[in-house]
């Protein structure tokens, strides 16, 4: 089993940026998992953000965010981030880490999850 901690997020005004973090830890080869992120609103349902390829060569991206994300990932460090520029009110959400077995697994079920990082994006 793998384990996924976030970290990075806090309190930014609107037009900043930050940079979010996702360690993995535990059983399981880091190398061998797609990765992605999500993201959860008050009262809103979690949307996938972001997701990267084992290799860190593909990577795709939800239109909310395309433009203004980076996700990328470090494998001998077994960590993935997520930059975020020109941030926008709406992007105030809990942030979250997942991994699968295929960047299709990621999008659609994945197998792990971190326990999430709040961003909060003031006007």
């Known amino acids: 089993q793998v384990q996924l901690v976030e970290s990075g997020g806090g309190l930014v005004q609107a037009g900043g940026s930050l940079r979010l973090s996702c360690a993995a830890s535990?059983?399981?080869?880091?190398?061998?998992?797609?990765m992605g992120w999500f993201r959860q609103a008050p009262g809103k349902e979690r949307e996938f953000v972001a997701e990267i390829s084992t290799n860190g060569i593909i990577t795709y991206y939800a239109d909310s965010v395309k433009g203004r994300g980076t996700i990328s990932r470090d494998n001998a460090k077994n960590t993935m981030y997520l930059e975020m520029n020109s941030l926008k009110p709406e992007d105030t959400a809990v942030y979250y880490c997942a991994l699968g077995r295929s960047t299709f697994e990621v999008r659609t079920s994945p197998s792990n999850w971190g326990q999430g990082t709040q961003v909060t994006v003031s006007s």
């Open positions: 535990g059983r399981g080869t880091f190398g061998t998992y797609a």
